[in-house]
């Protein structure tokens, strides 16, 4: 039998799937970029045909996003993670607050990263309702400190698929935020924001590159000191997101995908595909008996669905069959469990169609 070359539904939360057209243009070029005679990977990064890869990235992400121009644009090394650490190191000074609104997995993991550097105001930001449900904490019922130096969010909780349905209104203070999730997914009004970051491979292209949006003007408050210069927004920016050998292949990848999206209509018409995919599957979710929904209506995320089987059992033959009928990566995170669907921009109406199609077959097969 010969290995099947078919290429799945990918409902991976990260790294995650990739447009096709995009794979393929970047197989097309692998071995010689433009001419150039070599790989993007290959190519020096001081060249002006690198300059211009990033020049026409940088441009492609300000279009699809709007940003306006008194914020900088970062392609930086290294993942997430890595933005847990470098925003209160920018933003804190020894002995200084700031409010985190602590949700599931990953901010818990800021949280951590953060407190080295500073005090942290803690607010919860996600319960569990009445009904065993995982809801947001209503705003309303938030207690922050306004003297905190900003309050840190995750605008979608990729583990247990909560997700904001709004930016945060009660904080006069700078909002930052973990877009790494649903960046591109939604249109953002960058203004309200002082940092967003996300890093690349959830919805941007490969993983080991991180993106950060900040407000240039915050740059002469940042207490960077003590730093090492690599971990300073005004240091690379002042570098032009090179201060060293930038993340060249995947700045190029994610300049691929940028154009990809610009291609499909921008971020308008993606938000339209986004909620109609979700919509999709939560609705089949939620008129089904054998299938449901861990996490309360106006809290679900659009991005990353969590759907779990009212029979906890039958989950390792769902995700051995699905994987047979090619719709791969449904397992939910190992700390929550249940089946998760992660349908980002790459992932078609078709893909979910399918997805619901098998999973009413599955439920079929057990009666
Ligand atoms: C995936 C993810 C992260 C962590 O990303 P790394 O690149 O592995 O550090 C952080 N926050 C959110 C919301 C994520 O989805």
């Keep these: 039998m010969g290995l099947d070359m078919t290429r799945a539904f990918n409902f991976s939360a990260g790294p995650a799937a990739i447009p096709t057209e995009v794979l393929e243009r970047a197989q097309k070029e692998l071995l010689n970029w433009n001419g150039y005679g070599c790989s993007v990977m290959e190519l020096g990064h001081r060249t002006p045909d690198f300059q211009t890869i990033l020049d026409k990235t940088e441009d492609d992400l300000r279009k699809l996003l709007n940003i306006p121009k008194n914020y900088k644009v970062l392609f930086m090394h290294g993942s997430a993670s890595h933005q847990f650490a470098m925003v209160p190191m920018n933003f804190l000074a020894p002995g200084e607050t700031a409010n985190y609104l602590e949700m599931d997995h990953w901010s818990k993991m800021c949280i951590k990263e953060a407190s080295r550097f500073g005090d942290m105001h803690i607010q919860q930001g996600i319960r569990t309702n009445s009904d065993g449900l995982l809801e947001l904490v209503p705003e309303n019922e938030w207690s922050l400190d306004e003297k905190g ?50 890093g690349a491979q959830k919805n941007i292209g490969p993983s080991g590159m991180t993106v950060v949006i900040v407000r240039e003007d915050l740059f002469e408050s940042f207490q960077t000191e003590r730093v090492p210069s690599l971990f300073q927004y005004p240091h690379v920016s002042s570098k032009g997101s090179m201060p060293n050998t930038p993340p060249s292949f995947g700045i190029y990848f994610a300049g691929l995908v940028f154009e990809w999206l610009l291609e499909q209509g921008g971020i308008e018409e993606m938000y339209q595909r986004n909620l109609k995919k979700a919509h999709m599957l939560y609705d089949y979710v939620d008129q089904s008996n054998f299938y449901h929904s861990p996490v309360a209506k106006g809290s679900r995320s659009f991005m990353n669905v969590a759907i779990q089987m009212k029979d906890r059992k039958h989950e390792e033959r769902f995700l051995h069959e699905a994987r047979e009928n090619h719709l791969i990566a449904l397992k939910g995170h190992k700390t929550f469990g249940g089946l998760r669907a992660s349908i980002y921009n790459a992932m078609s109406i078709e893909g979910v169609e399918t997805l619901i199609r098998f999973m009413d077959q599955f439920e079929q097969r057990l009666k």
């Design 149 to 198: 130096k900003y309050l840190h969010f995750t605008s979608n909780e990729t583990i247990v698929g909560v997700q904001f349905q709004d930016d945060p209104q009660s904080f006069s203070g700078k909002l930052v935020s973990d877009m790494c999730s649903d960046i591109l997914s939604r249109p953002i009004d960058i203004e309200k924001y002082a940092l967003i970051y996300a």
